[in-house]
């Protein structure tokens, strides 16, 4: 039996409008596969309102998340009485039982004057909880039959709060116990994205964007034959649109092709994504609910036929470029080491690293918001080697921009690298730093800020101009 699996984002299921485009696609998939499971996030700005309540909480601001309590009972209400006015008392009341857990949650942190991480993961997943109880009551409304399910009872996670790793072999046997059954019924499964929870049934997130990380696990678990992606964007873009116009929806990628995106500041897809689905060789497709009739971006574990060298550019802004030299550093073994286990315990992570071939200096870029505590945890590590001056300082900068090129021709395409560097001289860009990534597919520039935006477009005007293969 044809199984597919379908996400849908926060503005997919954060409007009546939106609503009904939904349960349309649901009724195209299911002549489609005889099997439809859809992973849906919270209403579009509801984990947003339920952190900054319990937020406001801990800061003794009490008015603000009683406002937020009628703000969220409002909107959910709204959509069920247009949409499923035949249970909508029912459904509220369930929905209804989640926002005063939320509002006791609060209560208890106005108290306390804290919020822990495992706080947080209980009440910002209660967007989810609340959305799949209105999804399947939408669907049932339109006479779609429908089933919700809360991930909290199917996937299984570590205790790491915030940012849980799901437990696969366990969230299998949980999937194929409770959510086939009713899939064979007949009934559209509607799980919870970005939550799951452990052993012991304490719930977890998966990160902020990881309905894309949960749907990935749940198409997964359910053997699918295909896992759809749907968002606010006609699939993946070549890159931003409000810098460059003429930016286009890339047809295919690759799985390393859009790993590489993801990582490097590309919002479509969350970068865990590929994980699950990797080992089934599982081809993922990225949709528009407001165009379903467009055709997206498909996205498979390789295209050997694809004819473009350079498919995207992407962009990681907010960074802090960091310089360690040193006459010293030269042959020295576990420079580069200690350098980065300093980085690693001011719990940043390094986006871009080179170093030079004297090896009298290392560089490398990290989240600008770790910057200080790097610099700090930098100059401790090396106090001795400073005071002796082998190193003779570690300096960093702000100013700084990453922009990736991403396309797996990169590798098979010569003069490609040299027709880039070409360009960005052409127009004036200094390329300060320079990194390949693992994949081969990607090529990173570190370049001032400034400049940033000047480079996406020469790249992207290049990648337009070499679609065509360079002649041999």
């Known amino acids: 039996m044809h199984t597919l699996t379908m996400k849908f984002g926060g503005t997919s299921v954060g409007t009546i409008e939106a609503l009904r485009s939904l349960t349309e ?79 006791g949650f609060c209560d208890s942190v106005s108290v306390l004057g804290e919020v822990t991480p495992r706080t947080l993961d209980y009440t910002m997943g209660l967007g989810e909880r609340m959305s799949v109880r209105q999804v399947a009551a939408v669907l049932r409304g339109a006479g779609i039959p429908a089933q919700a399910f809360d991930s909290t009872d199917l996937i299984v996670t570590d205790d790491r709060f915030q940012d849980a790793a799901p437990l696969m072999d366990e969230s299998r046997a949980n999937v194929h116990a409770k959510v086939f059954p009713a899939l064979d019924a007949g009934k559209v499964a509607v799980v919870t994205g970005f939550i799951g929870a452990t052993r012991s049934g304490i719930a977890t997130t998966l990160g ?192 700084y921009t990453i922009v990736t090129v991403v396309g797996s021709g990169m590798r098979d395409t010569p003069g490609v690298a040299g027709r880039l560097f070409s360009a960005l001289g052409q127009h004036q860009i200094n390329v300060v730093a320079i990194a390949m990534g693992s994949s081969d597919c990607s090529l990173s520039l570190a370049v001032a800020s400034s400049q940033a935006d000047d480079a996406i477009r020469a790249i992207h005007e290049l990648a337009i101009r070499a679609a065509q293969p360079v002649a041999q």
Request: glycine letters at 8%; aromatic letters at 6%.
């Open 208 to 399: 902020r964007g990881g309905s894309d990380y949960s749907g990935a696990i749940i198409a997964a678990c359910l053997d699918s034959d295909e896992l759809w992606i749907w968002t606010d964007v006609p699939g993946v873009m070549s890159t931003d649109p409000r810098i460059v116009p003429e930016a286009h929806t890339i047809d295919k990628l690759t799985y390393r092709e859009v790993t590489e995106l993801a990582y490097f500041g590309a919002k479509v897809l969350h970068p865990k994504t590929i994980r699950p689905v990797s080992e089934l060789g599982m081809p993922i497709r990225v949709k528009d609910t407001f165009h379903p009739d467009h055709p997206g971006t498909l996205i498979v574990p390789s295209d050997p036929d694809s004819t473009h060298p350079l498919k995207a550019v992407t962009v990681i802004r907010n960074v802090a470029a960091f310089t360690l030299e040193g006459k010293g550093m030269q042959g020295v073994p576990g420079v580069a080491g200690r350098t980065f286990d300093a980085v690693a315990r001011a719990g940043a992570s390094i986006l871009v690293i080179s170093q030079s071939s004297s090896e009298q200096s290392i560089f490398f870029v990290i989240p600008d918001r770790n910057a200080a505590q790097v610099a700090s945890a930098i100059e401790k590590e090396f106090s001795r080697e400073m005071a002796r001056q082998d190193i003779d300082t570690v300096m960093y900068n702000s100013h």
């Open 25 to 103: 696609i649901i009724r195209q998939a299911q002549r489609r596969a005889e099997r439809v499971a859809i992973v849906v996030s919270a209403m579009s700005g509801v984990t947003d309102l339920l952190q900054e309540g319990i937020t406001s909480a801990s800061e003794g601001r009490t008015t603000r998340y009683a406002e937020i309590e009628q703000t969220l009972r409002m909107r959910h209400s709204d959509v069920l009485q247009a949409l499923a006015p035949g249970e909508a008392s029912v459904v509220m009341a369930e929905v209804g039982g989640l926002i005063t857990d939320f509002v």
